[in-house]
């Protein structure tokens, strides 16, 4: 009995140094000042020009963002006019005037007893496409399989590629893509006459980092070559809802954009920011810094980057068949009709409606 409760207490003073050994370290992660967040987007497009203000949060605070309540945003043309941004909702600033290419602007933004002014920025030339091409490619991915093992999945498709020119006011740009994949359906004859056909269409977008194009370091060049877009599978049933759909051609509209030096050096942070995979030698989020600083007090840090793009649309109808030894059909479309997400029309064509034939 002696023997039995001695090895109980020996027992009970090992738990407890093991206990007392342990320490715990808690982060204080969700204690952090506020900052001013600005996303600014202009272009010659009078349609995408906005201004959204917002504040940072603390790191556990699920609630949305706070709004800076009474801030005045302001647009600066040097040896210009200067237009004050309309908070057309909370944070939201629109503006009546577009930017010119070639002139210098400043982003200036009023709140409580603090100024926030961005580097002077000159906006490029109007951007533009030398060619459009399209490539025989497989891409090469690994997918999950249904028992939790990588497997490498090959899509053949085209790769749709583009020229670009370079000037000494313009070397840089950002593409983003939709594509419209257009259907037809038609009705099984049950009884004549035959049940009219169905046009329908579904708009993909791009999705993930931003697409960078510039001068290769060390080269000479009078043009961005073979530059990558997007990739479609030769294989549209991949992307319809029912095999009974059969795919007609794809409408693609390019939004091409020219942009700064700087501009493109702070995407391209992004981009690695956005690829980090949590490696010895990923980049840290405090590398990422704006063009926006305070004016009134230097030791406060606002977040953002004041961007002015140049714009350019270009809207192409590519029908790929179904392998690289199919003749691809390409043109350029020169009506740029507004075209919903998704949706049908039986028994006519929608107005923006394209085929292997000129319309």
């Known amino acids: 009995m002696r023997k039995h409760t001695f090895i109980s207490i020996i027992a009970v003073l090992i738990l407890f140094l093991l206990v007392a ?126 028992y939790g093992s990588p497997t490498l999945v090959e899509t053949p498709g085209r790769r749709i590629c583009i ?24 009705p099984p004859v049950v009884f004549p006459p035959p049940l009219p056909s169905w046009y329908g269409w579904k708009t993909f977008y791009q999705t993930g980092q931003f697409n960078l194009a510039g001068p290769k370091e060390f080269t000479v060049s009078d043009k961005i070559r073979q530059h990558k877009v997007l990739s479609l599978s030769y294989n ?33 942070l992004l981009n690695k920011q956005f690829s980090a995979e949590g490696s010895l030698f990923d980049p840290v989020l405090t590398q990422v810094y704006g063009n926006i600083h305070c004016k009134t007090d230097p030791s406060k840090i606002a977040l953002g980057f004041f961007d002015l793009n140049s714009y350019c649309q270009h809207r192409y109808y590519l029908y790929l068949g179904t392998g690289p030894d199919n003749q691809v059909v390409q043109r350029r479309i020169n009506e740029y009709y507004d075209i919903p997400d998704n949706g049908y029309m039986i028994g006519t064509y929608p107005v923006f409606w394209e085929n292997n034939y000129q319309r």
């Open 21 to 146: 050994c342990e320490e715990y370290f808690a982060i204080a992660l969700d204690e952090m000042p506020k900052l001013m967040v600005v996303d600014s987007h202009f272009t010659n497009d009078p349609n995408q020009n906005f201004v959204r203000l917002s504040m940072t949060r603390n790191f556990y605070n699920t609630s949305p963002a706070e709004i800076p309540v009474g801030a005045k945003v302001d647009l600066i043309q040097f040896f210009g006019e200067t237009t004050s941004g309309v908070e057309t909702s909370p944070g939201y600033f629109t503006f009546s005037t577009t930017p010119i290419p070639e002139k210098k602007y400043q982003l200036r933004i009023s709140y409580l007893k603090d100024t926030y002014v961005s580097d002077a920025v000159v906006m490029p030339p109007i951007p533009s496409i030398d060619t459009l091409y399209t490539k025989h490619e497989v891409e090469k991915n690994y997918r999950i399989d249904s």
């Open 163 to 186: 020229d670009a020119p370079l000037s000494s006011g313009l070397e840089y740009y950002r593409f983003s893509w939709q594509a419209v994949l257009q259907w037809q359906y038609d």
């Open 236 to 268: 549209s049933l991949i992307y319809l809802d029912s095999v009974q759909q059969k795919p007609i051609g794809w409408i693609v509209t390019i939004h091409q954009y020219g942009i700064s030096k700087k501009s493109y050096d702070f995407q391209e």
